[in-house]
């Protein structure tokens, strides 16, 4: 069984995928980033008079994108509590990482959080699709339970 899963509570995707797909017992989230969900602006950017960045709040980014996250895994029928895999995709390690390690811990790290697997990838670019480049994406896998 394979369902796909859009939601207007998220961010729309930057491309012709849908926000999940719930394969059995497992939902496999497509890459969700700090986009406002209706209004495809990314939080905490300053732009200058030209529309150009100037600079970015990382953390006003994660905290988006981890909300994001729980909004897509929700609404594919597993808990937050249920991601049992993460890539995560920055795009300047030296900079965000520590930070990133920091949110990371309030959100996914602990008792009763997801505490799943992790890989981080630093690229170049992320699909952005709103104001401004982003600087974080996370790419999910959860795990649906049955009921």
């Known amino acids: 069984m394979s369902n796909q899963?859009?939601?207007?509570?998220?961010?729309?995707?930057?491309?012709?995928?849908p926000h999940a797909r719930r394969v059995g017992d497992l939902l496999f989230c497509s890459g969700v980033g700090p986009r406002a969900?209706?209004?495809?602006?990314?939080?905490?950017?300053?732009?200058?008079?030209?529309g150009n960045m100037v600079e970015y709040d990382f953390e006003a980014q994660c905290r988006a994108c981890f909300e994001n996250v729980r909004t897509v895994v929700e609404a594919g029928g597993a808990k937050f509590e249920d991601?049992?895999?993460?890539?995560v995709y920055l795009t300047d390690l030296p900079r965000?990482?520590?930070?990133?390690?920091?949110?990371?811990?309030e959100y996914f790290a602990g008792e009763g959080k997801p505490n799943p697997c992790r890989t981080t990838i630093e690229v170049s670019r992320l699909p952005q699709g709103g104001n401004a480049p982003i600087a974080v994406e996370l790419k999910v896998v959860a795990s649906v339970r049955p009921g």
């Open 5 to 17: 899963i859009h939601t207007d509570a998220a961010p729309k995707p930057v491309g012709a995928y």
């Open 37 to 50: 969900p209706g209004e495809n602006t990314v939080p905490g950017v300053t732009l200058d008079t030209d």
């Open 83 to 87: 991601v049992v895999d993460v890539q």
């Open 96 to 105: 965000d990482f520590a930070l990133f390690n920091a949110l990371w811990k």
